[in-house]
């Protein structure tokens, strides 16, 4: 059989296949709205029954009698209807009319399509049937008191949400195919898909709004018998209580955008979101999620990925279904694009209600697109936004319970890296969720319409399709693995910043400064590499997948050309509007497995740091005070940091401490002195016994934690300001006399770790701290080791001997002279209880502890020397009491009371703001930031060329699209002007051509952006590491941190691409008006104001709100 006889063989077939799809349209199409009403109506009305004979059967059969509240009986609960619950119902009796009307007609022996008369009857008949149910149903949610709507009642509007949609697509088709009139019923039914419209906005967010006023007039939602305790003291969430029109207009944000052009927004003056998106309440519902994981499958410790899914598959479902909508809708256009060419050419034989319905149906498609599509893409924001505020509350309840070991390798700045750039790569992932359900939707349309227009070529164009999507799999393979290096090198380069940041005071005094910017140069030379790599492999992908709607094309008309099918200008257009549609699958896909890679090893690295050992939650038994005699109790104990070898650290403790005793633990250097009040806090591993701790517990340990704020904020640590409590505490810690030191006394400011302060005061601080707390039992790890004698003296009497005296208190000291006013003395040795008893008991014992009691006296005598000497010569005062160390060098404490005097002044001077809140840009980025970023590498010779690619790509684009449209024939019976090989030919050039200025601009955009972020980090590291130590008081560890990790990470892999995707989005909008205005210049009329608007939306508020994110972002990270 010769090639002729083939392609007359599949003519045949293709004729003979479109005379089949003709006939079957002519016989069931007509009908078929009519078939899907029934089904679906036979289906609410069975469930309805079903549902309805349930709940009274279950009334009837357990015999409950239902007793009215007496409350509500006698006074009534009044009702506040809302917006919400009044279009539901006028929603439902316009339907319901509607329908009857169109019945009556029905019955009057008006014309329908349908040819079952009985069925159309039916239909209707059914109809009406169902919405009085609904409005009837509507209207007894006010009776049963209810803040949602059921969930059958949704399902409902949700289903007759789509038989509108395919009602009104069929009626569509059907004038449009046979050129008929317009009739009542046709106005019936678009009227019937907007109040459709409505009501499935509604469903989807399931609230009533209802708002129900209790007899004493308090008005508040009927949370199910919960009270609100989140709204106290909260501003009002402007999204919480928007409308269902605000929510599809995201009008509710008109608030804040007023307030937003008048002046620069504050972190005060933007509303507080809605309950369900706080953090603590998704954080919660997340950790509900994880304990129900691990109920189900058994396990203690089980991954994050099954949560994840529990957590995020509501949100990501009513996502998906506004995601598919959108991406079916956005095909209409070219579906319909050939029967517009059509209509234009056969415009003095067609009625002109055809080219309006066409028209209505190209501007009724893109509001349903760009609705659907604004709100999955608000919607895919929002739930990646839930899912960043559990993870991150994750990460940092972790970190409060993490084992010894696990702390160990885990350091500060590979926790910040989890918490900022791990969680946006999981939370982009939730971005290009849609994608996945877009995609076949996407394709199977885009072959349809080709298959429709081109028969047999749509093979050739799946086949094209599916052969550039192969190209991903080992790119996508490539690209995990670049990624994985880059996080490894971004923690480790992170992990070094982080300790360099926390170790300068020594780096500067050691002047190392040059040895350690080396140091992190040659690890961001490291990661520098793998991000190269990366940003190849990307330009390449860049071509590849711009290049490809261009690649299927071409092979598309070739086939049609070989299969000798005819191509109208109508079927070329159609095909190029459908060749670009497919672009967006097609690009996406890159960016969708990108994301996937990304997002995987990401997830990995969370989930990994989630699974590290915890602290034994269960290794302290809590026992209410009336059924325990002791405050503390343990029995047996045996103690390890490190549970994988065999060494224990404390080893057969046996303690029992009654309540309001005073314990002293004393020792030698790693004797096991804080790890037996770890034991007591739950922070080491439990081997074996059992401890019992009766009360609330408070520690101090050894080394001080301050927290970057002021005094009082650090003592109150987030309790309520009771004064007298508060003096007496301040008095108690002895610092009354340093708060006269300081202008603003306790307001004023502490550096971060206290680096303005002592250590003495940084001690009785903390101690305070811990005072405040009024708690049972208090931990004390050598509270007296950073303070001189008379001020710890004056410590133990007031404090401990004080206004704890009533309190149980067990204390590590290595100072003799508060060991004989203990109740009871613990001597530690080799991780074992020595000696216990009191002062004199153990002085008896003789087996060494007063060799130790010895050394301290001879010690403390030294010390009581030198401090009568100067004592005698000059007396005491308040300021060297407060600021002298722990010491027995009389110079080195003169030395220390300088240092802090001149403490004392700064802060004076700066009125009691030591660490100033990070400045952030007001209005508009100045353009010098911009010239600045794009001047910075080789004084920006880059910018033309790459500007000049896109340009030649957008031109090339233009010129293909217009080639192919002028070439073809406007109809099959107009002859081509060209042959069609040489059409394809000066197509196939100018295509290659402009896939050639992509891969131009894709390189040269990830050579000048890498370049660009690794100057500016140069640049940074050499000031942060060149600064004064003053600097570093000031500024805020987290601070310094942010930049390095999130913001270079911005920089790294996004700025560059964004300012292109401008620069290229605004050279395409600027061909394609230069193009639509040779033919429509009106449409400047539209340009114009959009764009306007754009610019004053990002100048009064877009701005505002994203400087902002980096200086609140940082307050978390300074905890780590």
């Given at each position: 059989m010769g090639w002729e006889d083939m392609l007359?063989?599949?003519?045949?077939?293709?004729?003979?296949?479109?005379?089949?799809?003709?006939?079957?349209?002519?016989?069931?199409?007509?009908?078929?709205?009519e078939h899907t009403s029934v089904v679906m109506q036979l289906s609410f009305l069975g469930i309805s029954v079903l549902h309805f004979l349930k709940n009274n059967m279950d009334l009837i059969c357990k015999r409950r009698t239902k007793f009215p509240d007496q409350g509500t009986e006698k006074h009534g609960?009044?009702?506040?209807?809302?917006?919400?619950?009044?279009?539901?119902?006028?929603?439902?009796?316009?339907?319901?009319?509607?329908?009857?009307?169109?019945?009556?007609?029905?019955?009057?022996?008006?014309?329908?399509?349908?040819?079952?008369?009985?069925?159309?009857?039916?239909?209707?008949?059914?109809?009406?049937?169902?919405?009085?149910?609904?409005?009837?149903?509507?209207?007894?949610?006010?009776?049963?008191?209810?803040?949602?709507?059921?969930?059958?009642?949704?399902?409902?509007?949700?289903?007759?949400?789509?038989?509108?949609?395919?009602?009104?697509?069929?009626?569509?088709?059907?004038?449009?195919?046979?050129?008929?009139?317009?009739?009542?019923?046709?106005?019936?039914?678009?009227?019937?898909?907007?109040?459709?419209?409505?009501?499935?906005?509604?469903?989807?967010?399931?609230?009533?709004?209802?708002?129900?006023?209790?007899?004493?007039?308090?008005?508040?939602?009927?949370?199910?018998?919960?009270?609100?305790?989140?709204?106290?003291?909260?501003?009002?969430?402007?999204?919480?209580?928007?409308?269902?029109?605000?929510?599809?207009?995201?009008?509710?944000?008109?608030?804040?955008?007023?307030?937003?052009?008048?002046?620069?927004?504050?972190?005060?003056?933007?509303?507080?979101?809605?309950?369900?998106?706080?953090?603590?309440?998704?954080?919660?519902?997340?950790?509900?999620?994880?304990?129900?994981v691990k109920e189900r499958d058994g396990i203690t410790n089980p991954t994050i990925y099954k949560t994840m899914i529990l957590f995020i598959w509501k949100k990501a479902t009513i996502n998906a279904m506004f995601a598919v909508i959108s991406a079916g809708a956005s095909y209409v256009g070219p579906y319909l694009i050939d029967d517009f060419v059509k209509f234009l050419n056969e415009k003095n034989t067609r009625s002109l209600q055809s080219g309006y319905i066409l028209a209505l149906a190209f501007l009724g498609a893109k509001m349903v697109e760009m609705i659907t599509q604004r709100q999955w893409i608000f919607g895919a924001r929002q739930l990646g936004l839930h899912l960043r505020a559990a993870l991150i509350s994750q990460i940092y309840k972790k970190g409060l319970v993490l084992s010894s070991k696990s702390r160990q390798s885990h350091t500060s700045g590979e926790v910040i890296n989890y918490m900022s750039v791990d969680i946006q790569r999981v939370t982009d992932f939730i971005w290009y969720l849609n994608i996945i359900w877009m995609m076949p939707v996407q394709l199977s349309l885009a072959i349809y319409i080709l298959h429709t227009n081109l028969g047999m070529g749509s093979v050739a164009t799946l086949a094209a399709t599916f052969a550039v999507l192969l190209c991903n799999i080992p790119m996508t393979t490539i690209q995990k693995g670049y990624q994985t290096r880059i996080m490894e090198a971004k923690d480790t380069r992170m992990k070094a910043t982080s300790e360099v940041l926390r170790s300068m005071k020594t780096i500067k005094l050691q002047a190392w400064d040059t040895q350690f910017l080396h140091k992190l140069e040659s690890l961001r030379k490291i990661e520098y590499d793998w991000l190269w790599k990366s940003l190849r492999l990307f330009?390449?992908?860049?071509?590849?997948?711009?290049?490809?709607?261009?690649?299927?094309?071409?092979?598309?008309?070739?086939?049609?050309?070989?299969?000798?099918?005819?191509?109208?200008?109508?079927?070329?257009?159609?095909?190029?509007?459908?060749?670009?549609?497919?672009?967006?699958?097609?690009?996406?896909?890159?960016?969708?497995?990108?994301?996937?890679?990304?997002?995987?090893?990401?997830?990995?690295?969370?989930?990994?740091y989630l699974q590290e050992d915890e602290i034994q939650q269960d290794s302290i038994e809590h026992v209410p005070k009336d059924q325990m005699e002791f405050a503390i109790e343990i029995e047996n104990g045996k103690f390890s940091w490190d549970t994988v070898s065999s060494s224990i650290t404390l080893d057969s403790i046996q303690l029992k401490v009654k309540r309001g005793m005073k314990v002293a633990i004393c020792g030698t250097v790693g004797s096991g002195k804080s790890s037996l009040l770890s034991s007591i806090l739950g922070e080491i591993q439990k081997v074996s016994g059992t401890?019992?701790?009766?009360?609330?517990?408070?520690?101090?340990?050894?080394?001080?934690?301050?927290?970057?704020?002021?005094?009082?904020?650090?003592?109150?640590?987030?309790?309520?300001?009771?004064?007298?409590?508060?003096?007496?505490?301040?008095?108690?810690?002895?610092?009354?006399?340093?708060?006269?030191?300081?202008?603003?006394?306790?307001?004023?400011?502490?550096?971060?770790?206290?680096?303005?302060?002592?250590?003495?005061?940084?001690?009785?601080?903390?101690?305070?701290?811990?005072?405040?707390?009024?708690?049972?039992?208090?931990?004390?790890?050598?509270?007296?080791?950073?303070?001189?004698?008379?001020?710890?003296?004056?410590?133990?009497?007031?404090?401990?001997?004080?206004?704890?005296?009533?309190?149980?208190?067990?204390?590590?000291?290595?100072?003799?002279?508060?060991?004989?006013?203990?109740?009871?003395?613990?001597?530690?040795?080799?991780?074992?209880?020595?000696?216990?008893g009191r002062f004199e008991e153990i002085l008896r014992q003789n087996i060494g502890?007063?060799?130790?009691?010895?050394?301290?006296?001879?010690?403390?005598?030294?010390?009581?020397?030198?401090?009568?000497?100067?004592?005698?010569?000059?007396?005491?005062?308040?300021?060297?009491?407060?600021?002298?160390?722990?010491?027995?060098?009389?110079?080195?404490?003169?030395?220390?009371?300088?240092?802090?005097?001149?403490?004392?002044?700064?802060?004076?001077?700066?009125?009691?703001?030591?660490?100033?809140?990070?400045?952030?840009?007001?209005?508009?980025?100045?353009?010098?930031?911009?010239w600045s970023y794009l001047t910075t590498v080789k004084g920006g010779v880059l910018i033309p060329i790459i500007l000049l690619a896109q340009s030649s790509f957008q031109i090339l684009q233009v010129a293909s699209n217009y080639w192919m449209a002028w070439a073809s024939p406007p109809t099959s019976e107009t002859e081509p002007k060209l042959e069609m090989s040489s059409i394809l030919l000066v197509y196939v050039l100018l295509a290659v051509g402009s896939s050639l200025c992509v891969l131009l601009r894709s390189s040269l955009v990830a050579v000048a952006g890498l370049s660009t972020a690794q100057k500016l980090f140069t640049n940074m590291l050499h000031s942060v590491l060149r600064a004064p130590m003053s600097f570093f008081d000031s500024t805020p560890t987290g601070r310094i941190l942010n930049r390095a990790s999130t913001d270079q990470s911005v920089l790294d892999l996004e700025m560059a691409n964004k300012l292109g995707w401008c620069a290229f989005s605004i050279i395409q909008i600027l061909g394609t008006i230069a193009v639509m205005s040779q033919v429509a210049w009106e449409v400047f009329v539209i340009f114009i104001p959009v764009t306007a608007v754009c610019i004053w939306y990002q100048r009064c508020c877009h701005i505002e709100l994203e400087s902002l994110l980096p200086v609140l972002h940082q307050n978390l990270q300074a905890q780590i």
């Open positions: 007359d063989f599949q003519t045949a077939i293709n004729f003979r296949l479109l005379q089949f799809q003709s006939e079957w349209l002519q016989q069931n199409l007509p009908c078929l709205s609960i009044g009702v506040r209807f809302s917006t919400t619950h009044k279009t539901s119902m006028a929603c439902s009796l316009f339907l319901m009319g509607t329908h009857f009307v169109v019945l009556l007609l029905l019955l009057n022996g008006s014309v329908t399509y349908c040819n079952h008369k009985l069925r159309a009857y039916l239909s209707e008949s059914m109809q009406v049937i169902s919405w009085t149910i609904s409005s009837v149903a509507v209207y007894w949610i006010v009776t049963i008191k209810s803040i949602k709507f059921p969930w059958l009642l949704r399902a409902w509007w949700l289903c007759n949400f789509f038989l509108s949609i395919i009602s009104v697509a069929v009626d569509t088709h059907l004038r449009i195919t046979y050129h008929g009139e317009l009739r009542l019923q046709d106005y019936a039914g678009f009227l019937s898909l907007l109040a459709s419209v409505c009501l499935f906005g509604i469903s989807i967010r399931g609230k009533t709004g209802l708002t129900f006023i209790v007899p004493n007039g308090i008005t508040e939602p009927l949370l199910n018998g919960k009270s609100d305790k989140h709204s106290e003291g909260k501003k009002e969430s402007l999204y919480g209580k928007a409308t269902l029109l605000q929510l599809i207009t995201f009008s509710w944000l008109n608030p804040l955008f007023a307030v937003g052009i008048k002046k620069p927004l504050q972190p005060d003056e933007i509303p507080d979101v809605d309950i369900k998106d706080s953090a603590e309440f998704l954080s919660h519902s997340f950790d509900e999620r994880l304990k129900y330009a390449i992908g860049a071509f590849v997948f711009w290049g490809s709607p261009t690649f299927i094309s071409v092979v598309t008309f070739g086939a049609c050309m070989f299969m000798g099918i005819e191509l109208t200008a109508g079927r070329v257009l159609s095909a190029l509007a459908t060749f670009r549609m497919l672009q967006d699958p097609i690009f996406n896909l890159p960016d969708l497995l990108s994301a996937i890679a990304q997002g995987k090893v990401s997830a990995d690295r969370v989930a990994s401890v019992k701790i009766s009360g609330t517990k408070a520690y101090v340990p050894q080394s001080p934690w301050i927290l970057t704020g002021n005094i009082r904020e650090n003592i109150l640590f987030g309790n309520a300001y009771d004064r007298d409590r508060y003096d007496r505490t301040i008095k108690a810690c002895a610092l009354e006399k340093d708060f006269e030191l300081f202008s603003c006394g306790d307001l004023t400011e502490i550096g971060e770790r206290g680096i303005n302060m002592s250590g003495g005061q940084k001690q009785r601080i903390q101690i305070a701290r811990a005072v405040y707390q009024d708690a049972d039992i208090y931990l004390l790890d050598d509270p007296f080791s950073a303070v001189d004698a008379h001020t710890g003296t004056q410590l133990f009497e007031d404090c401990m001997m004080g206004i704890l005296r009533e309190k149980t208190i067990l204390y590590v000291t290595h100072q003799v002279e508060f060991l004989p006013a203990a109740d009871y003395i613990l001597v530690m040795k080799d991780g074992k209880i020595a000696q216990a502890f007063e060799l130790l009691v010895g050394a301290h006296s001879r010690a403390l005598g030294s010390i009581l020397t030198v401090e009568n000497t100067n004592a005698t010569s000059q007396g005491p005062t308040p300021e060297d009491e407060s600021n002298i160390e722990s010491t027995s060098n009389a110079e080195l404490q003169q030395t220390r009371h300088e240092s802090e005097h001149n403490l004392s002044l700064e802060i004076t001077e700066k009125e009691g703001k030591l660490v100033q809140d990070e400045e952030r840009e007001k209005g508009s980025i100045g353009k010098e930031v911009y």
